[in-house]
């Protein structure tokens, strides 16, 4: 089953403008993983923030971790076509096993 | 290789035929897992190696599921008698090591069940 939910669901934006996609989960966890797949595509790693981090960046993205409201945001600045995509986040139990649980995805449309 | 690859990239398999789905991991990484993806949905967790063991195999949703690592690296998920309701993506992941680490994926095999 899916640990938790995104929001939104799908997002269309222009190219430049910035879009946040938001992720909630239920349990306690070590990380947490943001995953792009293109359509037909396997699942690329996009960044990965640890429970004791609030924020990380890399490039054009910006993640956000709140483990007191278990919900991590993503922010792509200066989005462009080739950031259309399904976007996903994903968390690792701190359990002692390490499988990702994934949320339900946002599907992002960037248009030129 | 550079990352994760599967084969085959598709597979059609008439009900009740049995499949065989290959991954090989990025080399030297310890920790394998399969997923499974409906269209539409995230990728749920089937099961785990850590080297040849298979420490977590709560995922997988029948006894029709069967996975092996037998030398540590390559793994194969094998289906028996296909159902209509295993057409999936299944995807393969790769880690260095056991916790707390990114995990690569492959390109995933499209299943389709008729």
């Known amino acids: 089953s899916q640990q938790g939910e995104e929001d939104p669901q799908a997002l269309s934006i222009q190219e430049g403008e910035n879009a946040t996609m938001n992720c909630s989960y239920k349990?306690?966890?070590?990380?947490l993983q943001w995953y792009r797949q293109n359509s037909g595509r396997g699942l690329v790693h996009l960044i990965l923030?640890?429970?004791?981090?609030r924020e990380k960046h890399s490039g054009r993205l910006r993640v956000t971790l709140d483990t007191s409201k278990k919900s991590s945001s993503l922010l792509i600045t200066a989005s462009r076509a080739a950031d259309t995509a399904s976007y996903f986040c994903?968390?690792?139990?701190?359990?002692?096993?390490?499988?990702?649980?994934f949320g339900t995805g946002t599907r992002l449309l960037v248009s030129p | 290789g550079a990352g994760v690859s599967q084969s085959p990239r598709y597979k059609v398999a008439k009900r009740g035929q049995d499949v065989a789905l290959r991954c090989d991991p990025i080399?030297?990484?310890?920790?394998l897992f399969w997923y499974q993806q409906a269209l539409g949905q995230g990728p749920e967790f089937l099961t785990y190696?850590?080297?040849?063991?298979?420490?977590?195999k709560s995922g997988l949703p029948s006894d029709r599921f069967f996975a092996e690592r037998p030398e540590g690296s390559v793994s194969t998920l094998k289906i028996q008698r296909t159902q209509q309701e295993d057409s999936a993506v299944y995807l393969c992941?790769?880690?260095?090591?056991?916790?707390?680490?990114?995990?690569?994926f492959g390109p995933g095999t499209r299943l389709l069940v008729l």
């Open positions: 923030i640890r429970s004791n981090e």
């Open positions: 992941a790769s880690s260095l090591v056991a916790v707390g680490e990114t995990q690569y």
């Open positions: 994903a968390t690792e139990a701190n359990t002692g096993f390490q499988k990702l649980v």
């Open positions: 190696f850590q080297n040849e063991a298979q420490l977590d």
């Open positions: 349990t306690s966890i070590n990380n």
């Open positions: 080399s030297g990484h310890v920790s």
